[in-house]
Structures are given as structure tokens and as C-alpha cells.
């Protein structure tokens, strides 16, 4: 069994190296990425705005599966329709916190905060649910703290579901509930000033930290 990785930054080159090399088939990363330097592949595939995920609509893959760890470009219908299921390792409570930075703006908003792997479709962050983890936080947590949470619960639903897959385990998912929530880059970077009672306990250090 052969899969395809989608990565992005320090977690997404944690599971690349997680992955046993005879498993994967090629490794996918967008040319700015800050991992990309730290890598040194045969099968790796960098893209960058001449290089679009739009041309890879014409490469057949011979993998049934793939995963996304904090890829940074929205993959196309034209390459999602080529796997069985792509899944993608959201660090966030899906449908709260789609989009971008969702650990902080659990906090910001006060809105659930975890982990949540879930197959990739057409709409950002909206595919079908396959495990998630919820967790609990209060108004003294902080950023780093929280952050580091998330990425221990995102190596544990990885390891989990990579070695399901490579073992042609059967994995079931549900549909994402209704409501929920969605934020952008330009969501965060139009802030402006940020309230005192996030900046009290440190919750701002998620800037540096996501």
C-alpha cells in the first residue's frame, strides 16, 4: 500500500518522517514552505505559483489514499477525485475553527478547541468527520500552551490513521454538523488591536506559535 503526503511546516515534516519511506509514493509541499529546505526527497513534488496544483490534474497517482498535515494550498476537485479519500489532520474542532489559525481563534472567540482528522472535499475544512479530539481549556490557558496540546493530539490521530490505512483497515466517517465557524488569514490580519484580556494571560504568543 502506497500513500501520498500533502505536507506543510514543522508537523507536516514530522509526519513525512513518521512515514515509512517504501510507503509513500510522493511527497507534495508548496515551494515557500518553511520545511521545504529540511528536505531532501527524490519524490518530492515542490509548486509555487508557476507550478500549480491545477497542473497536477494531469498526473495519475497510483495511490487509493493520501494525507494533508498543514498543507498551505487548497487542493483542487480535479486532484481530489483521483484518490479514494484524502485526509487531512485539522488542528482545530471542526465545524468550529475552519480556515486559518483555529487554536487561536478558539480563544479569541471562545469557541471548542481541538483536533480533527477529516476527509478533504471541495469546500475548505468541510469534509466528512473521521475522529476528533475536544480539548478543554479556561481562561488561564495560553497560546503555547494550547498549541502544544493540539500537536500532541495531532501525532496521535496521524500515527493512528496512516497505519490504518497502510493495514487496509476500513475507516468510517460522519458528515460535519451544521453552524460552526470560519476564519481566514485576512480574518486575523484585520484584528487591529487585540483586547487586553487576551494579551493578559499570553494567549497572543499563538501568532508565533501557529
Same mark, same amino acid.
Given at each position: 500500500?502506497?500513500?501520498? !503526503?500533502?505536507?506543510?511546516?514543522d508537523?507536516? +515534516?514530522?509526519? +513525512?518522517?513518521?512515514?515509512? *519511506? #517504501?510507503?509513500?509514493?510522493?511527497?507534495? $509541499?508548496?515551494?515557500? @514552505?518553511?520545511?521545504?529546505?529540511? #528536505?531532501?526527497?527524490?519524490?518530492?513534488?515542490?509548486f509555487?505559483?508557476?507550478?500549480? !496544483?491545477?497542473? /497536477?490534474?494531469?498526473?495519475t *497517482?497510483?495511490?487509493? &489514499?493520501? &494525507?494533508?498535515v498543514?498543507?498551505?494550498?487548497?487542493?483542487?476537485?480535479? #486532484?481530489?477525485?483521483?484518490?479514494?479519500?484524502?485526509?487531512?489532520?485539522?488542528?482545530?474542532?471542526?465545524?468550529?475553527?475552519?480556515?486559518?489559525?483555529?487554536? &487561536?481563534?478558539a /480563544?479569541?472567540?471562545?469557541?471548542?478547541?481541538?483536533? *480533527?482528522?477529516?476527509?478533504?472535499?471541495?469546500?475548505?475544512?468541510?469534509?466528512?468527520?473521521? %475522529?476528533?479530539?475536544?480539548?478543554?481549556?479556561? +481562561?488561564?490557558?495560553?497560546?503555547?500552551e /494550547?498549541?502544544?496540546?493540539?500537536?500532541?493530539?495531532?501525532?496521535?490521530?496521524?500515527?493512528?490513521?496512516?497505519?490504518?490505512?497502510?493495514?487496509? %483497515?476500513?475507516?468510517?466517517?460522519?458528515?460535519?454538523?451544521?453552524?460552526?465557524?470560519?476564519?481566514? &488569514?485576512? @480574518?486575523?490580519?484585520? !484584528?487591529g @488591536? $487585540?483586547?487586553?484580556?487576551?494579551?493578559?494571560?499570553?494567549?497572543?504568543? +499563538?501568532?508565533?506559535? !501557529?
Open positions: 500500500m502506497l500513500i501520498d !503526503l500533502y505536507i506543510g511546516s508537523i507536516g +515534516l514530522w509526519a +513525512l518522517k513518521q512515514t515509512p *519511506t #517504501i510507503s509513500i509514493n510522493k511527497v507534495y $509541499i508548496a515551494n515557500n @514552505d518553511s520545511c521545504n529546505n529540511e #528536505i531532501n526527497e527524490v519524490k518530492l513534488f515542490c509555487n505559483n508557476k507550478i500549480t !496544483l491545477s497542473d /497536477l490534474s494531469k498526473h *497517482t497510483v495511490c487509493d &489514499f493520501a &494525507f494533508s498543514h498543507f498551505k494550498e487548497k487542493i483542487p476537485p480535479s #486532484i481530489i477525485s483521483k484518490y479514494k479519500a484524502i485526509y487531512n489532520i485539522h488542528p482545530g474542532a471542526l465545524p468550529y475553527g475552519r480556515g486559518m489559525y483555529p487554536a &487561536f481563534w /480563544l479569541y472567540k471562545n469557541e471548542p478547541a481541538g483536533v *480533527t482528522i477529516h476527509e478533504i472535499n471541495e469546500k475548505i475544512d468541510r469534509g466528512a468527520i473521521v %475522529e476528533q479530539i475536544i480539548l478543554k481549556y479556561n +481562561l488561564r490557558t495560553t497560546g503555547k /494550547l498549541h502544544s496540546k493540539i500537536r500532541k493530539c495531532e501525532m496521535l490521530l496521524y500515527k493512528k490513521y496512516f497505519r490504518k490505512v497502510l493495514n487496509k %483497515e476500513q475507516i468510517n466517517s460522519k458528515p460535519q454538523m451544521d453552524g460552526g465557524s470560519y476564519y481566514s &488569514f485576512n @480574518d486575523f490580519k484585520n !484584528l @488591536d $487585540i483586547p487586553l484580556s487576551i494579551w493578559k494571560y499570553g494567549k497572543i504568543s +499563538l501568532i508565533k506559535n !501557529l
